[in-house]
């Protein structure tokens, strides 16, 4: 079985600049968990995704957005990019969302 | 609010020793999830092993293994026979399984340990 994919894995955007992210989970998978993580702050949770729906969110501005596809596939969307986004960008997928998460390669994103 | 702690930054052993890496959480839950993942310089994330709470029996994992302290609020990684492939950063994380209370899909993780095995 393929695992969780995310492209792209590298991403050089300036500032003020929108960027979307997309990750395909394992098949079968129907939830899918966004992640951030930097050196300063660590692995932080963006928000999880579940048919279609936003289940649930952390605490970031509103800047950051997701959606949710019918066949699971997710893409995340960043606006009005600033210096401190970039990051490595992981997305993570499971059953129900209640489980253990598998992790794609994720995308770093680097902002000029 | 759930915390999970990992108090060793950088952690190095010899090649074919034992190593044991060192996290505890605090929750007011009884049933919950416990996992280690694994992040190589490569940066993907590999789950390492897994335990549920509500389990007494500690997870292991051929040379991976966990002693769980649930009174404690403690969750160690052991790794018997180190190789230089486990050379990686080491998260200890936490999650709810439950469908309510926002909870879903949500790893809390610790700050990660630095593992490096020497030759």
């Known amino acids: 079985k393929a695992g969780v994919t995310q492209t792209p894995r590298y991403l050089i955007k300036t500032r003020g600049q929108q960027v979307t992210l997309s990750c395909s989970p394992i098949?079968?998978?129907?939830?899918v968990s966004w992640y951030q993580q930097t050196p300063g702050q660590g692995l932080q949770f963006l928000f999880e995704y579940f048919s279609e729906t936003q289940r649930n969110k952390g605490n970031f501005p509103g800047r950051f957005s997701g959606r949710q596809f019918s066949n699971s596939r997710s893409e995340m969307n960043v606006s009005t990019l600033e210096l401190g986004d970039s990051a490595l960008y992981l997305c993570?997928?499971?059953?129900?969302?209640?489980?253990?998460?598998?992790f794609g390669p994720g995308t770093r994103l680097l902002v000029l | 609010a759930q915390t999970v702690t990992q108090s060793q930054p950088e952690m190095s052993v010899q090649e074919a020793e034992t190593v044991t890496l060192s996290c505890t959480y605090d929750?007011?839950?009884?049933?919950?999830?416990l996992f280690w993942y694994k992040q190589p310089p490569s940066r993907q994330m590999i789950l390492v092993i897994r335990q549920e709470a509500y389990k007494q029996q500690n997870a292991t994992e051929n040379r991976f293994s966990v002693n769980f302290q649930k009174a404690a609020k403690s969750f160690s990684l052991k790794i018997s026979d180190s190789q230089l492939g486990d050379t990686a950063m080491y998260f200890c994380?936490?999650?709810?399984?439950?469908?309510?209370?926002?909870?879903?899909?949500?790893?809390?993780f610790g700050k990660g340990t630095k593992l490096s095995v020497k030759p």
């Open positions: 929750t007011s839950e009884s049933n919950y999830y």
């Open positions: 994380a936490f999650m709810k399984p439950s469908n309510y209370g926002g909870s879903q899909g949500n790893l809390i």
């Open positions: 098949s079968g998978h129907r939830s």
């Open positions: 993570a997928s499971s059953f129900l969302g209640l489980e253990t998460q598998y």
